[in-house]
């Protein structure tokens, strides 16, 4: 059987090769009644439409935008603020034509996804800079979005006020007379496992750079009191893990009354460790977490945490991303900006008095 191509659908109808094309990818370009009556044929013929590629070489537009993750790609449909992020840049880019498309920063069987999918730009989502992946972004000169990144010249960045946040949530337990206090943190270089304060900032390095902002912010109101706070490295934001590391923490004769911790996530893991012990939250022990997840109201006791605004963030990122990539389409220019959210306290009921 011959192939159906656009010609063939053109020869069916009478019209031109353009004037089918512009049935599948300019439609306000016909009438209603021309661009029906070569679609209909397309479908008696089995055509349908234009090779994507093909279309997207003569756009010099692909319509699709990345989303780097250092995380496993499931991290993007299990992960609370994750989802609250993509699903809200979803939002903002759908009236522009621009999707999204799930990058792994790994490479299989020769295949790089950074370097190898047909992209216009992309959001570099909360990843180890010194990934290959992001390199590879650079090289081909796409517009780009840091999100959840230490700022570079040149590249849009949004960010939250992290260590503003942490330093409001150490601030908070230090106000209810907490002195043996903890951290709980994922995302920074090391082996996981307890660790002095400093030396956990200086082995993170640049990644990363979320983890090391908020440690920083607990240390800047922590430390200046002459209080030098535990810290359980761990690596990933997992709330099994964190409960694991909180029993090592609170079965200790000088365990700490209050926990600081990387996310709602650890919090809540935390919370579970001491129940396993046989501690009440707050009356044994105070657990702060960060995001302000769906989880923190959800759990019991519901939890004290610094809120971001995940959904802003997501519409800043996707808004800056569509306007680069607008910009390099054009020829025009445009300043790169650093957009940074604020962030707040939101007291609920893991915290008390010491």
């Not at 800056?320 to 007291?347: Q, S």
Request: proline share 6%; aromatic share 4%.
């Amino acid at each position: 059987m011959a192939r159906v191509t656009l010609q063939t659908v053109a020869d069916r109808v009478g019209v031109s090769r353009m004037t089918v094309s512009n049935a599948f990818s300019r439609p306000d370009q016909l009438s209603e009644a021309l661009r029906e009556k070569i679609l209909a044929a397309a479908r008696e013929l089995g055509y349908v439409g234009p090779d994507p590629a093909a279309r997207a070489l003569a756009r010099g537009s692909t319509g699709a935008v990345g989303v780097l993750l250092t995380s496993s790609l499931r991290y993007a449909f299990t992960d609370d603020v994750a989802m609250g992020f993509l699903g809200a840049a979803t939002e903002e880019l759908t009236p522009t034509g621009l999707a999204l498309t799930l990058l792994p920063s790994t490479s299989r069987d020769q295949v790089v996804p950074a370097r190898d999918v047909a992209l216009d730009g992309a959001l570099v989502y909360s990843c180890d800079p010194d990934t290959t992946a992001i390199d590879w972004l650079e090289r081909r000169a796409l517009p780009l979005v840091y999100v959840d990144q230490e700022p570079r010249a040149g590249i849009d960045a949004v960010n939250v006020a992290d260590r503003e946040g942490a330093r409001a949530a150490a601030r908070h337990l230090v106000d209810l007379g907490h002195r043996r206090i903890a951290v709980v943190t994922a995302g920074l270089h090391g082996e996981p496992g307890i660790v002095p304060a400093r030396e956990a900032v200086a082995d993170s390095g640049s990644w990363k750079y979320v983890g090391r902002e908020r440690l920083l912010g607990y240390l800047d109101v922590l430390e200046p009191l002459g209080i030098e706070p535990v810290v359980f490295r761990q690596l990933g934001n997992d709330d099994e893990e964190a409960r694991a590391a909180a029993r090592a923490l609170l079965d200790r004769e000088d365990r700490p009354t209050g926990v600081l911790c990387y996310s709602d996530v650890l919090a809540h893991g935390v919370v579970r460790a001491a129940e396993d012990l046989g501690l009440i939250v707050p009356a044994d022990l105070s657990v702060v977490g960060f995001d302000d997840s769906p989880l923190a109201s959800r759990v019991r006791p519901a939890l004290t945490t610094v809120r971001q605004d995940v959904a802003g963030k997501g519409r800043a990122a996707a808004a800056a991303l569509a306007a680069a990539i607008e910009a390099a389409r054009t020829g025009g220019t445009r300043p790169t900006e650093h957009v940074v959210l604020p962030t707040e306290l939101v007291v609920r009921d893991s915290t008390a008095p010491a």
